[in-house]
């Protein structure tokens, strides 16, 4: 069954109206009908709606069941991301959304090639909102993750004290006999809390960097003793929370 999500109010009849892109999808693309049931997310919570009519503008549909299951993390896990090359920003969103991210910020890491272009920058944030949407929907998520403007190091220190846990993967520690072991690291994490985790672009963080975070409370991690790429790396570390967690 279809996923959407909506920003509009629940109505006092149990209605509610969606429109734009998603009304089109369920009209003209998914040929949906009145009687047609499908799953509706507003407000983080989960609703079967029954179509009651609709164009390819506006759907109004009713609620049929509401759902108190939630297919989120129990852990809130938020990637800070160097800027990597080409569009593997795009699948790193996507493919993290799926797995479960809480949050993505965009870093502008010393060693990142990428330099971001602030006259697209709205255009690309609302690409890569639209993008975990749509992975949200396909993994029946009750929470699409939040895409943020790219970060300094200064604004990443800020945002950082907000958050219970803080790690940093450092592809350094993977190189020594004796690594700091991310299963190791997240037995210490409790259930509730938030984990903020770093990752490098290409050619990983500055030593400079990977030291003021870690004069910050990061801790570093090894995702096992490979040297694994920037858009694997997150994707890694969220099936591990995954899997300890879920």
């Not at 010393?110 to 272009?117: A, E, G, L, Q, T």
């Not at 697209?120 to 949200?136: F, P, V």
């Amino acid at each position: 069954m279809q996923r959407y999500f909506t920003n509009e109010l629940i109505e006092e009849n149990n209605t509610v109206t969606i429109t734009g892109e998603d009304a089109h999808h369920m009209i003209q693309v998914m040929r949906m009908s009145p009687g047609d049931d499908v799953y509706v997310v507003a407000n983080n919570q989960t609703y079967t709606m029954t179509i009651v009519e609709g164009t390819a503008k506006s759907v109004l549909l009713i609620i049929k069941e509401t759902h108190e299951q939630t297919n989120e993390m129990p852990i809130k896990v938020s990637i800070v991301c160097g800027l990597p090359k080409g569009d593997k920003l795009e699948l790193i969103t996507q493919k993290a959304t799926e797995l479960g991210m809480h949050t993505l910020y965009p870093f502008e890491a010393k060693r990142s090639i990428v330099k971001w272009d602030k006259q697209k920058n709205e255009k690309k944030i609302a690409r890569l909102q639209k993008i975990a949407k749509e992975a949200a929907e396909q993994s029946h998520r009750s929470f699409i993750p939040q895409i943020h403007n790219p970060i300094s190091l200064q604004n990443l220190i800020e945002i950082s004290k907000s958050y219970d846990v803080k790690f940093v993967a450092d592809e350094e520690d993977a190189k020594l006999s004796e690594r700091k072991k991310f299963a190791d690291q997240l037995k210490k994490v409790y259930d509730k809390q938030s984990i903020l985790i770093v990752f490098g672009p290409e050619g990983g963080l500055d030593r400079q960097e990977v030291k003021l975070l870690l004069e910050h409370d990061f801790q570093p991690i090894a995702l096992g003793p490979r040297i694994l790429r920037t858009e694997t790396a997150p994707l890694y570390a969220l099936a591990a929370i995954s899997y300890e967690y879920e």
